[in-house]
């Protein structure tokens, strides 16, 4: 039997999250670039980010070249920042921003790419697209520690893509209660998902 799936949050009904969503008037345009196996996460964050800011964008797939969407979006005259870390023996040159530079350096008018998926799978993402690891990237460094409790993280150091965006926000917008909805949806939504666990036990 196939089961009702929310048209806006992908998710079956009984764990729909589009009551936890707040309306956020961002400035700085966020575009997610998703891996495949994120759409259909239950646990997954990104489609939190994507509903409440009224700039964002999300695309799906491993390969840029087969997002035409993308593409454009980053043909752009505007600054552009990919958010991911350093990889040792990097062959492209790319420069690295920190928060603070971007702010002095940049006006409002700028992009950031966020990867949406495991580590291994946005690793594979940086792997198969060049003009991935040629963008300027832009340094986080986070002001609390992550709250994620409903998936495993790759470290201590590690955010939710959710969380990634409210630290990116709050920071280069300096308006962290702004961008606090977005923490609350994402732990309304452990808090459904904790419920959920509990029931099926």
């Not at 729909?16 to 345009?29: A, G, K, M």
């Not at 491993?62 to 920042?81: A, F, H, M, R």
């Not at 580590?119 to 832009?138: D, S």
């Amino acid at each position: 039997m196939s089961r009702n799936v929310c048209s806006q949050c992908y998710r079956p009904q009984k764990t729909c999250i589009c009551e936890f969503i707040q309306p956020i008037d961002n400035h700085i345009e966020i575009g997610i670039l998703q891996h495949p196996t994120e759409v259909k996460q239950t646990k997954g964050t990104a489609i939190i980010a994507n509903l409440a800011l009224n700039r964002s964008q999300i695309w799906v797939g491993e390969l840029i070249s087969e997002l035409p969407g993308l593409v454009d979006w980053l043909n752009d005259d505007n600054p552009i920042y990919l958010l991911y870390p350093k990889i040792d023996n990097q062959s492209e040159n790319y420069q690295s921003w920190s928060i603070d530079d971007v702010k002095v350096k940049t006006p409002q008018h700028i992009k950031i790419l966020i990867l949406d998926g495991t580590w291994r799978k946005t690793f594979k993402m940086m792997q198969l697209n060049p003009e991935l690891r040629a963008l300027p990237r832009i340094e986080l460094k986070p002001e609390f520690e992550s709250q994620y409790k409903v998936r495993k993280q790759k470290d201590s150091g590690s955010l939710s893509t959710v969380e990634a965006v409210y630290e990116l926000l709050s920071q280069l917008e300096n308006d962290a209660e702004k961008f606090q909805p977005l923490l609350d949806a994402f732990n309304k939504m452990q808090q459904q998902q904790l419920a959920f666990s509990k029931k099926s036990e």
